[in-house]
């Protein structure tokens, strides 16, 4: 079993939509996560970080997170053309490593 | 004013040879790692160090020798290399290694083995 697992899509959404992004993880021990975007041939960067169950806002994100069934979920509302990019989903896991999951690629339709 | 840089951003070599990628940071944080991102998009950590000072070592080729002179600067040697270390580097820093804070990554090296 993978430590963080995606799937990898891509994940095709239109213009104005939600798109729904999920990542389960296997650490039970795992205390934070943290969603990153990556555009084709740049670097990873964070959009969101959540510690707590429930849901966390900020903008047009909204991080889920349910420790009980290993699961984060970001969810973008009234997505653009510019949110298309590849989204990370990484755990703090196994002694303070952050582990990454391969990656959801996401795709907004204009 | 880049906060965690890495040179060279290219780097294109024969199997055999033996190089370097360095990384600079100046955002005064105490960690640094290197990751590496195969053709799969799959960001894997490599090393962590905290203040100059070894922390995590993955299972990775001892072909591959980080160094830490300071806090502030993290490089990563590769002898012999392979065709298999093609990949995109990407060396990233944090306040610390608690886990509980983000990571900023510089703009990766591609290194391409021919």
């Known amino acids: 079993q993978k430590e963080v697992e995606q799937n990898s899509g891509p994940l095709s959404v239109p213009e104005g939509a939600i798109a729904s992004l999920n990542c389960t993880y296997s650490d039970r021990g795992s205390q934070s996560f943290f969603w990153y975007r990556q555009y084709s041939g740049k670097s990873p960067e964070l959009i969101m970080f959540?510690?707590?169950?429930g849901d966390k806002e900020d903008g047009r994100f909204t991080a889920q997170l349910n420790k009980a069934s290993q699961y984060v979920s970001l969810l973008i509302r009234d997505s653009q053309p510019s949110d298309s990019a590849t989204y990370l989903c990484a755990v703090n896991s196994y002694g303070n490593k952050l582990v990454f999951g391969a990656g959801t690629i996401l795709r907004v339709k204009s | 004013d880049t906060a965690v840089s890495q040179t060279p951003k290219y780097l294109v070599t024969q199997m055999g040879n033996d190089k370097s990628i360095k990384c600079e940071q100046n955002?005064?944080?105490?960690?640094m790692y290197w990751y590496k991102q195969d053709s799969k998009k799959f960001l894997k950590i490599m090393f962590s160090y905290n203040n100059k000072e070894l922390i995590i070592n993955e299972t990775v080729p001892n072909r591959f020798s980080p160094k830490s002179p300071d806090k502030a600067h993290l490089n990563l040697h590769i002898n012999s290399l392979e065709l298999g270390d093609s990949a995109v580097y990407f060396c990233?820093?944090?306040?610390?290694?608690?886990?509980?804070?983000?990571?900023?990554f510089g703009q990766g090296t591609r290194l391409t083995v021919v």
């Open positions: 990233a820093s944090s306040q610390d290694y608690s886990g509980w804070v983000e990571a900023f």
């Open positions: 955002l005064g944080h105490d960690t």
């Open positions: 959540i510690y707590s169950n």
